[in-house]
């Protein structure tokens, strides 16, 4: 089956750090664009990064130099290091799987992972 | 960043009448080999965000044919020619053309 599985999350100061993990199972992650999306309380959800099958990466302005994503390909795992934590990035952190159709510079998210919780409060 | 706005905001359906939501982009989402990157997702209450569309107007697996997706350029439509019960939740469409993806604001369905 194919799955996505997110942990990681929790109540953290803001200046603090997190990593965020997402194990896959049923495909493999380097051959995919594998997504993280957040979704903030009573709001929609807001795309963060990306890793490319290739390896580049690709964040969105609110996270960027902050946030880094990475897989371990042996463990079929995603990750997202959160560092300098801010209220605003309290969320549900979803990781999404990238599938692009043959000939297209493009992907959609066709698999998403339950997501988990991640509140920066003091 | 590309912005995309949707109306309506709230769209109340009865069972078995269609629905129509729209969506627009505040550039062209035609890419120079003639397709849309558009796609619209459904999240159901308490539950992830789910593919129902990609490039403006193929379903994904497994979403029955009663939704359909169309439009060009900046102007989208996702219909839903007969409301079912299970069709509650908010629709999002969102561009896939520049990093970072946009979604837009949402349309929240609810069954009359």
């Known amino acids: 089956e194919v799955q996505l599985v997110e942990s990681g999350g929790g109540l953290i100061q803001p200046g603090g750090s997190l990593r965020l993990s997402c194990v896959a199972s049923g495909f493999t992650v380097s051959s995919n664009y594998m997504t993280w999306v957040r979704q903030a309380p009573g709001k929609g959800p807001e795309w963060v990064s990306v890793?490319?099958?290739?390896?580049?990466?690709y964040y969105a302005d609110s996270v960027k130099g902050r946030f880094t994503i990475s897989r371990d390909n042996s463990k079929n795992t995603v990750y997202l290091q959160m560092n300098n934590l801010r209220a605003e990035d309290t969320a549900v952190y979803y990781c999404a799987r990238g599938d692009a159709p043959p000939g297209h510079y493009y992907y959609y998210m066709d698999v998403w992972g339950k997501g988990t919780t991640v509140t920066v409060s003091s | 960043d590309l912005v995309m706005t949707q109306s309506p905001l709230s769209l109340p359906v009865t069972p078995g009448e269609p629905a129509s939501i729209s969506c627009r982009s505040s550039?062209?989402?035609?890419?120079?080999?003639?397709?849309?990157?558009l796609d619209w997702y459904l999240q159901k209450p308490g539950q992830s965000p789910q593919l129902l569309i990609y490039l403006g107007s193929n379903r994904a697996s497994g979403v029955p044919d009663r939704f359909s997706g169309s439009g060009s350029g900046t102007d989208f439509t996702l219909k839903i020619s007969r409301v079912e019960a299970e069709d509650v939740g908010t629709y999002y469409c969102?561009?896939?053309?520049?990093?970072?993806?946009?979604f837009g604001p949402g349309t929240k369905l609810e069954i009359k």
């Open positions: 550039q062209s989402l035609l890419y120079s080999n003639g397709y849309n990157y």
């Open positions: 969102m561009e896939a053309l520049q990093i970072p993806y946009s």
């Open positions: 890793i490319y099958s290739g390896g580049n990466t």
